[in-house]
């Protein structure tokens, strides 16, 4: 990868998916309730997949795509980690990267299009290096099994379903979906259950175990680059708030306790955009470090932004504890994602194995 910058292009998609975001998913940014009457979930999806094409930057060209990259694919979970938005993106990229993985002809055309929201079935907790689940049985062109937390399948309009005996695409009406309580209500979880689903398979056990192994390590880096933008909206919004908050006569950001901690946030927040910068650009450009880059930004990146949401609720005094500021959504996503396709701990587990370090 020759630089970390952003490019004018990856900038000028920026700027587009923030302002459809700040457009569309109003719930959060006003400190509603996603879940509610008010939730632009469905709106905000259709303004970044279709409307901007977000759903075909990571596939070619002669695919039906925008012949983009990663590194596009992860500023869109930028601003989908600023905005705390409540879009199926996660669930897209691994379904994505799946079906990129199986070259899966006749269903990418129709995911660029935004015609097709495929999502992978795998729980959300699933652990790097994780071997392909046996959760799910095939049976005679049809699937039996459960699979629990499964995160934006309530979206989906097509299921990708990893088994030991091969990768199968299931219609979504064909499973039954019951809800999860999640902790980040802006990213639902559900119980997929198959009983006998029609399924049509992919690919053999050799392609399943390499769509499950890409999927995982894409779904890290692009994980790491939205826990960057969580982590760099709590930073912003900190800053403007304590310029603005008066205590003693003065703003509460001129107390050097506050600048401290801020500096040392602003420093975290910039290694973190490196580190999340590198593994999409590892994934963009097929370098044989991706799998340390993915596990690398994982472990860094998880942690920065658990802690940039708690200084964030932290600094804004009481109003940030509050259910109507928006603060603990990005608390919650930021908690959430921490365990989500491994944790801190089991990434840097998996980073000992990737460059021999012996074990302790």
Request: aromatic content about 6%; proline content about 7%.
């Given at each position: 990868m020759s630089t970390l910058l952003y490019s004018d292009v990856e900038e000028e998609l920026r700027a587009s998916v923030r302002q459809a975001l700040?457009?569309?998913?109003?719930?959060?940014?006003?400190?509603?309730?996603?879940?509610?009457?008010?939730?632009?979930?469905?709106?905000?999806?259709?303004?970044?997949?279709?409307?901007?094409?977000?759903?075909?930057?990571?596939?070619?060209?002669?695919?039906?795509?925008?012949?983009?990259?990663?590194?596009?694919?992860?500023?869109?979970?930028?601003?989908?980690?600023?905005?705390a938005a409540p879009v199926p993106w996660l669930g897209a990229v691994l379904g994505t990267a799946a079906l990129l993985s199986c070259d899966a002809v006749d269903l990418l055309p129709k995911v660029a299009s935004?015609?097709?929201?495929?999502?992978?079935?795998?729980?959300?907790?699933?652990?790097?290096?994780?071997?392909?689940?046996?959760?799910?049985?095939?049976?005679?062109?049809?699937?039996t099994g459960t699979v629990t937390s499964v995160a934006d399948a309530h979206a989906a309009d097509l299921l990708i379903v990893?088994?030991?005996?091969?990768?199968?695409?299931?219609?979504?009406?064909?499973?039954?979906?019951?809800?999860?309580?999640a902790l980040d209500q802006t990213r639902p979880l559900s119980t997929v259950t198959f009983t006998s689903a029609p399924a049509t398979l992919l690919g053999d056990a050799e392609r399943a175990a390499a769509a499950w192994t890409s999927a995982l390590r894409v779904g890290a880096a692009i994980l790491a680059a939205e826990q960057?933008?969580?982590?760099?909206?709590?930073?912003?919004?900190?800053?403007?708030?304590?310029?603005?908050?008066?205590?003693?006569?003065?703003?509460?950001?001129?107390?050097?306790?506050?600048?401290?901690?801020?500096?040392?946030?602003?420093?975290?927040?910039?290694?973190?955009?490196?580190?999340?910068?590198?593994?999409?650009?590892?994934?963009?450009?097929?370098?044989?470090?991706?799998?340390?880059?993915?596990?690398l930004a994982q472990?860094?990146?998880?942690?920065?932004?658990?802690r940039a949401a708690e200084e964030c609720v932290q600094l804004h005094g009481g109003i940030g504890f509050t259910w109507e500021h928006r603060a603990h959504w990005y608390l919650k996503r930021a908690k959430s994602s921490a365990i989500a396709l491994g944790t801190p701990a089991q990434h840097r587990a998996l980073l000992g194995e990737l460059v021999d370090l012996p074990p302790r």
């Open positions: 700040a457009r569309t998913a109003g719930g959060v940014s006003s400190g509603g309730d996603p879940a509610g009457d008010g939730w632009a979930g469905s709106d905000a999806w259709r303004a970044l997949a279709g409307g901007i094409g977000c759903a075909a930057l990571a596939i070619p060209e002669d695919r039906g795509g925008a012949g983009a990259s990663w590194r596009e694919v992860a500023v869109v979970a930028e601003e989908v980690g600023r905005a935004a015609d097709l929201l495929a999502v992978l079935v795998l729980p959300l907790s699933t652990p790097p290096g994780a071997p392909v689940p046996a959760a799910v049985r095939a049976d005679g062109g049809t699937l990893p088994t030991p005996d091969g990768l199968y695409a299931v219609d979504a009406a064909r499973a039954t979906l019951t809800p999860v309580t960057l933008g969580v982590a760099d909206w709590c930073l912003a919004s900190t800053v403007d708030y304590v310029k603005t908050r008066y205590q003693f006569a003065r703003p509460v950001g001129s107390f050097q306790a506050v600048k401290h901690r801020l500096a040392q946030l602003w420093v975290e927040v910039t290694q973190a955009r490196a580190v999340a910068r590198y593994a999409a650009g590892c994934l963009a450009d097929a370098d044989p470090d991706a799998a340390v880059a993915a596990s472990a860094h990146c998880a942690p920065v932004a658990v």
